[in-house]
């Protein structure tokens, strides 16, 4: 019998995260934990697949709390894969944006990817090997296409990045390799909430196929990589 991969996404409730939550539940050796402050919409997870391996995790990444965290995961012995997904999109002119606007984004982009790295990290060693994914996007990779309005949230990702990177490399000796998927635009709901009619050529359920495939079995073939995944040019 395969052994059971313990998965861990953020921002599960809608979006990538949701379908990718419902992808990898078609495996009945993945047992998956779907996190989100939204804990309405998570039990719709519960209702929307036929499989019993999802267990859902109310917690917000903005108001960090180590100790409830770790009581939600006391059961949770390992953690295989850890994919951090959670993300907040402003789509605001620079000289409209407030500090508060930049804190708030670099809290959930950055900051709680931070906390939740540290706070799993013990279960995650566990896991001999382990694998954490940062959902990042092709607006924080050097060199590629900007788009006006989001100075503060490609920042954020280009930091992530930066971050991954930085990890891959404390990480080498401790079997966790660290990898970062720098996204292009893809159809979900919070892309239209900042872009208003645009259509994304990437539908969240491809995407979902593609993370769910990677977050098994990119540590393979991959360590410390920022990997474009866009069918954009530059």
Known sequence: MDKQTTILITGASRGIGYDTVLELAKKPNNRIIA???NEVKLNTLLTATTSNNIQILPFDLANFEATVLMQYLKDISKIDVLVNNAGLLVNQPFEQLQLQDWKNIFGINLFGVVQLIQ???PKLLAAQPAHIINIGSMGGVQGSSKFPGLSAYSASKA??????ECLAEEFK???IKVNCLALGAVQTEMLAEAFPGYDAPVTSTSMAKYLAWFALNGHQFHNGKIIPVAVSTP
């Open 159 to 164: 930091a992530l990045a930066n971050l991954t």
């Open 173 to 175: 000796e401790k079997n």
């Open 35 to 37: 996190l989100s402050r």
């Open 119 to 121: 706070a799993l990290l």
